[in-house]
């Protein structure tokens, strides 16, 4: 049995959805979980216009990585929070198919979310027998709504699919697992993230199958220029940590990072943790798995530095995802991060 049109990689997973709809007997809560970019809400809209048939193609429209529902997310940031509770975010261009996204500046899956699928839910089919709600980042719902979309799970009305992805299957309530079907995405090979660039004519293709690190969603919405300018902004503080340049150098970066004012700090952590695997990699005697294109500034870093820094550095790192949300002051964050770096005693050498 063959993958679902233009879907590619996790062919295990594609075939046993294709088969369920075969044979009629449909899971009514899919979990789909995977590193972020694989293709999880992608196999679920495949699933989704498969199993509902009519209309299909409006499903994608809902796809959360087209410019106009990015907009719309990115607008909503700037909603106050009762605005955004008396209208909860949906997308829903197909009538049997309703898309939920995080939401808010802290991009959360909220209580009011998921009170409309529970309410939402009972509503029968306009067409076909079923109807399909993604709920896309499950894993960024909190308690309170976690425990609102229980009570829907534990007695779901018969026509009712709900299709959840994550990136971290036990982010998620016990409880919610255990009342899923449980898919488990894994990464792409590289001979596979070519196939899929080629398809879609896509720029700097190798450079791309290297950083999105075989999640094609990744590949691409990548913006090349964006990231570089980021790439090039955490490269001066990690060689400023190393000791490789002097603070003052990282002062005429940090001025233009504070002026990126729409830019928030979790934009550059994600690449940070890239930069500093790319620099225990080489301090192994290996190659940059991902940042090949600048492979000799990572080995200056990597001569400089003690496996006790990249440690520290990593744990850095993750105090800053921690602490993003609550909207700490971005330059500050990586001015302290270099500084306690820069004054490891056994983290530097001359």
């Known amino acids: 049995m063959d993958s679902f049109p233009d879907f590619y990689g996790n062919l295990p997973a594609a075939q046993i959805l294709r088969q369920a709809i075969a044979s009629a007997r449909i899971p009514q809560t899919i979990l789909l979980s995977g590193p972020e970019g694989v293709g999880k809400a992608t196999l679920a809209r495949r699933f989704a216009a498969e199993l509902l048939g009519n209309d299909a193609h409006k499903i994608e429209r809902d796809d959360l990585s087209l410019p106009e529902n990015l907009e719309t997310i990115e607008q909503r940031e700037k909603w106050t929070a009762e605005k955004r509770a008396e209208d909860p975010l949906l997308f829903s261009t197909h009538p049997d198919f309703i898309t939920f996204a995080p939401d808010g500046p802290l991009r959360q899956i909220t209580i009011q979310q998921m009170r409309i699928l529970r ?22 719902a909190n308690g309170p709504s976690a425990n609102s979309l229980l009570k829907t799970l534990e007695e779901p009305p018969e026509h009712l699919v709900v299709i959840a992805t994550a990136d971290n299957l036990y982010d998620l309530l016990p409880t919610i697992r255990s009342r899923s079907f449980v898919l ?4 792409l090979s590289d001979s596979q993230m070519r196939d899929f660039c080629a398809t879609r004519q896509l720029p700097d293709a190798e450079l791309r199958i290297a950083l999105a690190e ?6 691409v919405t990548l913006d090349l220029e964006v990231f570089r300018e ?50 225990l990699s080489v301090a192994n ?6 940042h090949r294109d600048i492979q ?18 990593v744990k850095a790192v993750d105090e800053l995802t921690t602490m993003v949300r609550r909207n700490i002051q971005k330059v500050g964050a990586v001015d302290a991060l270099i500084i306690n770096l820069r004054n490891r005693p056994d983290g530097v050498s001359a």
């Open 214 to 219: 075989g999640c094609p969603g990744l590949a």
């Open 184 to 187: 488990q995405l894994g990464r």
């Open 119 to 140: 309410e939402r839910a009972q509503f029968k089919p306009l067409r076909g027998a079923h109807r399909v709600f993604l709920i896309d980042r499950l894993d960024r």
């Open 285 to 290: 005697g290996k190659p940059p798995a991902q």
């Open 230 to 279: 980021r790439r090039a902004l955490l490269l001066a503080a990690f060689e400023c940590a190393a000791g490789i340049a002097p603070f003052s150098h990282w002062i005429q970066h940090s001025e233009s990072f504070a002026n990126r004012k729409s830019e928030k700090l979790d934009y550059y952590l994600k690449p940070a943790y890239g930069l500093l695997e790319d620099v």
């Open 296 to 313: 000799p500034r990572i080995a200056a870093i990597a001569q400089r530095v003690s496996f006790g820094w990249i440690e520290q550095a």
